[in-house]
C-alpha cells in the first residue's frame, strides 16, 4: 500500500507567476485535501475534493483552484503568485470523514 | 467563526517527564477531532481520531481526552523520549467531514 506522494518536493518561482502541484492519493482513497502551511504556523485548508467534485473550501482566493481526477489524484494550481503564498503545501487523502486523513511530505514553494 | 486554540505555543521538558497539550475550539457541529505530530519538514502523522462521544483514547504513550460540553481537548504524553520532539497539531472537522479547522500547534521539545 503505497501513502500519499507529492511532486515537486521543492519549487521556487517568481512573482504573478502561475505554479501547479500534484498529489498522488493513498490507495483506495476517494477524499483529497489541500492545505497551505506557512512557516512556523499550523496548516490552513485551502479545498477538499470528494470524487472529482470540490465539497469543501477554506478562505483562500479564487486564484487558488484545483482538479481531482478519475485515479482520485489530484492537482493545486495557484496563479499570479504572491510572494505570501511562500509555504509548505500539504496534500491529505482519506476513505471519508470518519477515516483518518495521510499526509504527504509537501511541496516547499518559494515566492521571490 | 471557527476556530482552534491551543496551548501552549511552546514547551520544553526533560526526557522522561510528562506533558500535557490542551486544544480549544468553536467549531460546530463538528464530526470529530484529531491530534498530529508533525516532525520539521514533513506532513502530520495521525495520533488520535475521537467523534463527539468519546472521552478519552490512547495510542501508547499518547492519551487525548474530550469534553464535547466546554468544547476543550487535551493530549497528554507520558515518559517523554527525545524522539517526541515535533509540533502537535489539534484539527476539528465540521460535521459535514468538507471542513477542517487546524490549531497552530504546539511546539515541543524533549531535551536529554
Known amino acids: 500500500e503505497t501513502g500519499v506522494t507529492q511532486s515537486p518536493t521543492h519549487l521556487i518561482k517568481t512573482r504573478g507567476q502561475q505554479v501547479t502541484l500534484r498529489c498522488s492519493s493513498q490507495?483506495?482513497?476517494?477524499?483529497v485535501s489541500w492545505y497551505q502551511q506557512a512557516l512556523g504556523q499550523g496548516p490552513q485548508f485551502i479545498f477538499q475534493?470528494?470524487?472529482?467534485?470540490?465539497?469543501g473550501r477554506g478562505n483562500f482566493p479564487p486564484r487558488f483552484s484545483g482538479l481531482q481526477f478519475p485515479n482520485y489524484s489530484s492537482e493545486l494550481n495557484v496563479n499570479a503568485l504572491e510572494l505570501d503564498d511562500s509555504a509548505l503545501y500539504l496534500c491529505?487523502?482519506?476513505?471519508?470523514?470518519?477515516?483518518?486523513?495521510?499526509f504527504g511530505s509537501g511541496t516547499r514553494l518559494t515566492v521571490v | 467563526k471557527n476556530q482552534v486554540e491551543q496551548s501552549p505555543q511552546s514547551l520544553i521538558i526533560l526526557e522522561g517527564k510528562n506533558c500535557t497539550l490542551q486544544?480549544?475550539?468553536?467549531?460546530?457541529?463538528?464530526?470529530?477531532l484529531r491530534w498530529y505530530k508533525q516532525d520539521t519538514g514533513r506532513g502530520p502523522v495521525s495520533l488520535t481520531i475521537?467523534?463527539?462521544?468519546?472521552n478519552t483514547k490512547s495510542n501508547g504513550r499518547y492519551t487525548a481526552t474530550l469534553d464535547a460540553d466546554t468544547k476543550q481537548s487535551s493530549l497528554h504524553i507520558t515518559a517523554s523520549q527525545l524522539s517526541d520532539s515535533a509540533s502537535y497539531i489539534c484539527?476539528?472537522?465540521?460535521?459535514?467531514?468538507?471542513?477542517?479547522?487546524f490549531g497552530g500547534g504546539t511546539r515541543l521539545m524533549v531535551k536529554p
Open positions: 491529505a487523502s482519506s476513505q471519508g470523514q470518519q477515516h483518518g486523513y495521510t
Open positions: 490507495s483506495g482513497h476517494n477524499t
Open positions: 475534493y470528494y470524487r472529482e467534485e470540490e465539497n
Open positions: 486544544c480549544n475550539y468553536t467549531v460546530s457541529p463538528f464530526s470529530n
Open positions: 475521537m467523534t463527539f462521544s468519546e
Open positions: 484539527v476539528v472537522i465540521n460535521n459535514a467531514g468538507n471542513m477542517l479547522t
